[in-house]
């Protein structure tokens, strides 16, 4: 059971936008900034977005990401096929003093 | 640019210590804007940070880890290492060491993994 809650799976066709949620409390999404992480299969997590909304240089800007009280979401416009992965928020948690990530959710692309 | 690879025994046995090292190429441990991290994720499953170091060598662990985590810093190396101790099978997963940028992080660390190392996996059998 993750500290942070994502849905398993999320799903959209090529041109679609799809949001993922991540579910926290007041002691991590509420209080600290939220990263999102992709995982494309077989290779190392890839830092997506970084203090809420911000994004590395060489992430399109397809990829956006906000938060709103002790929720955050990442969301991907103009779906592609290359964006079929597994994602991951993750944030300090006050209360216990670490780094939590959340489950992960699937992206498939139809 | 920046390179990170784990090394270390892919097997190891219940009650036994896992010992990794992770080193890192085209840049600076010494550097103060990072942290050095320890990700592990079982196969199958979702990632689970277990500890971090500073060059200076100071730490912070998972506390569900923290009894059985030690991780240290060779900085005449550009190296750092994870040991951990009495493991068993759900130890068993790919673990993979990571950059931890901290640049302008205020007083909270940030769970801003940056660059990764490829991964590595331990399986914990007999």
């Known amino acids: 059971q993750s500290v942070l809650t994502q849905p398993p799976s999320a799903s959209g066709t090529p041109g679609q936008r799809v949001t993922i949620s991540c579910s926290g409390s007041s002691s991590n999404i509420g209080s600290n900034y939220v990263y999102w992480y992709q995982q494309l299969p077989g290779t190392a997590p890839k830092l997506l977005i970084y203090?809420?909304?911000q994004r590395p240089s060489g992430v399109p800007d397809r990829f956006s990401g906000s938060k709103s009280g002790t929720s955050a979401s990442l969301a991907i416009s103009g779906l592609r096929s290359e964006d079929e992965a597994d994602y991951y928020c993750?944030?300090?948690?006050?209360?216990?003093?670490?780094?939590?990530f959340g489950g992960g959710t699937k992206l498939t692309v139809l | 640019q920046l390179q990170l690879q784990e090394s270390g025994p892919g097997l190891v046995k219940p009650s036994e210590t896992l010992s990794l090292t992770c080193t890192v190429s085209?840049?600076?441990?010494?550097?103060?804007?990072?942290?050095w991290g320890w990700i592990r994720q079982p196969p199958g499953k979702g990632l689970e940070w277990i500890g971090s170091?500073?060059?200076?060598?100071?730490?912070y662990y998972n506390p569900s880890l923290k009894s059985r985590v030690t991780i240290s810093v060779d900085t005449s190396k550009n190296q750092f290492s994870l040991k951990l101790s009495s493991v068993t099978a759900a130890d068993t997963a790919v673990y993979y060491c990571?950059?931890?940028?901290?640049?302008?992080?205020?007083?909270?660390?940030?769970?801003?993994?940056?660059?990764w190392g490829q991964g590595t996996l331990v399986t914990v059998s007999s």
């Open positions: 170091i500073y060059y200076s060598g100071s730490t």
């Open positions: 993750a944030a300090w948690d006050d209360s216990l003093s670490g780094h939590v």
């Open positions: 085209g840049g600076s441990i010494s550097s103060s804007s990072y942290y």
């Open positions: 990571a950059r931890q940028n901290q640049v302008a992080a205020g007083t909270k660390p940030l769970p801003n993994f940056d660059y």
């Open positions: 203090r809420n909304n």
